[in-house]
């Protein structure tokens, strides 16, 4: 479950209840200065709050100090089998160092960080990815690779606390997504501290944001993880930051900027609405307000299942309508929709968020959809049939089908089926 302990990454709290932290990582040789220093801006201005740089020779290290001093979000030194790269990339002050206990040249000089970092108060995330487990766990990882990434992790906890070290977090990774989620589940009710979520080598920006939705999603909808990174095969890292905010956004977890909401449309769709929600969201990109945008392909069903959004347009053939708050705003030619939807969003930011509405250019937008709807009240839209559904359902009526047998609920045999230890738990 969530993780009791935290701890700082220079000025961001991690864990112990603070909100779920979004990081990435530069895709830059760290060595390349100004290129680190440009993208980390870039990171941080889609969102990024704190950002791993890759440091795997002496002229990593040296370039970090400097980036450092002009990041304006903390870095966390990524290290691997080196441990003297990770006593100087403290000394040059990174604000955590992220190692995998396993792959540094053993206990020894894993103490040998430990004790500097302690010295020097630098947090660790320390991990353990499912291509890198110790030996000993090998021939584990063939039974039940679950079991053996989950040791591995607990063995290099039960490590650091030998050493009286407590300020990491803790981080298990796999390209596998069910066994991530099973993982962290496990881990999660193991261990107290900050746990690090990520989707090791997830893909491509399409299959990769949806393998790392699928798996973050899950973990984090139960509670589970306290910072998350999502791995995208693309070099602009801030893609990977913008996928992390959404998944966050979707689960209510954390706000940034505004959300947007589009119909799937359908054959009633009545102008070209693929082009209009990609501006809009485009548009929307500059603004941080939450505000909640929707976009519908006609007015069939009025503003229906938008009507809780703060702003929103119906489209039409030739004209359409702009609306706020379940209301309609005016009605507006079909090509100036977008620009003329942005014109009420800034003029609503400029009074604070007050919407103002002209009573007759309002009646007039409303009379228009009124008479949409009336024209096609014969229509079962998704959105009628999803209402007449909901509406059956409080009434307490079968919608569709014919009368069904009552089905009597499954008991589990607990005896015969148990759950403790299993990779997925029922409720
Ligand atoms: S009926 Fe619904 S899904 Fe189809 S275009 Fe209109 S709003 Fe979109």
Not at 298 to 321: L, Q, S, T, Y
Request: glycine share 8%.
């Amino acid at each position: 479950m969530a993780s009791k302990k935290q701890i700082w990454v220079r000025n961001v709290p991690i864990g112990g209840g603070a909100p779920v932290v979004v990081q990435s990582m530069t895709k830059t040789e760290t060595a390349n200065k100004q290129a680190t220093i440009d993208q980390i801006n870039r990171m941080a201005e889609a969102g990024c709050e704190i950002v791993r740089c890759a440091v795997p020779r002496d002229e990593d290290v040296v370039a970090l100090k400097e980036i450092l001093q002009v990041s304006p979000i903390p870095i966390i030194a990524d290290i691997h089998f080196n441990h003297t790269l990770a006593l100087k990339a403290i000394d040059a002050g990174a604000d955590a160092i992220r190692l995998n206990p396993g792959n540094i040249g053993g206990p020894d000089k894993v103490a040998e960080v430990v004790a500097r970092a302690k010295e020097k108060g630098t947090p660790m995330r320390i991990g353990v990815n499912s291509g890198s487990l110790p030996k000993h766990l090998h021939a584990l990882e063939k039974e039940n690779s679950v079991e053996a990434l989950v040791t591995a992790a607990t063995e290099f906890v039960a490590l650091m606390e030998s050493l009286d070290f407590d300020n990491f977090k803790v981080s298990i990774k796999s390209t596998n997504v069910p066994n991530t989620i099973a993982s962290n589940r496990l881990l999660s009710e193991k261990i107290d501290y900050p746990l690090h979520l990520g989707i090791t080598e997830a893909g491509t920006k399409w299959s990769g944001s949806l393998k790392s939705s699928v798996g973050l999603g899950t973990l984090l909808a139960d509670g589970i993880g306290d910072t998350i990174r999502i791995s995208l095969s693309t070099f602009h890292a801030e893609e990977e930051v913008k996928v992390a905010w959404e998944i966050l956004k979707a689960l209510q977890l954390r706000e940034k900027g505004p959300v947007l909401i589009a119909c799937p449309t359908c054959g009633r769709l009545q102008f070209d609405m693929d082009t209009v929600v990609q501006e809009i969201e485009t548009r929307l990109e500059a603004y941080d307000e939450p505000i909640e945008v929707a976009v519908l392909g006609c007015a069939v069903n009025g503003i229906g299942e938008a009507a809780a959004a703060d702003f929103g347009i119906a489209g039409a053939k030739n004209e359409g309508v702009i609306f706020a708050q379940g209301k309609a705003l005016r009605k507006v030619p079909t090509p100036q929709l977008v620009d003329e939807l942005f014109v009420e969003i800034d003029k609503s930011r400029a009074m604070g968020g007050k919407v103002e509405f002209d009573e007759a250019q309002s009646a007039e937008g409303m009379e228009f959809i009124r008479k949409i709807e009336e024209e096609n009240a014969g229509d079962l839209t998704p959105e009628k049939l999803a209402a007449l559904e909901a509406e059956k359902a409080r009434e307490g009526e079968d919608f569709t089908g014919p009368e069904l047998p009552m089905v009597k609920p499954v008991v589990i045999d607990e005896a015969a089926s148990p759950q403790a230890g299993r990779r997925f738990a029922r409720n």
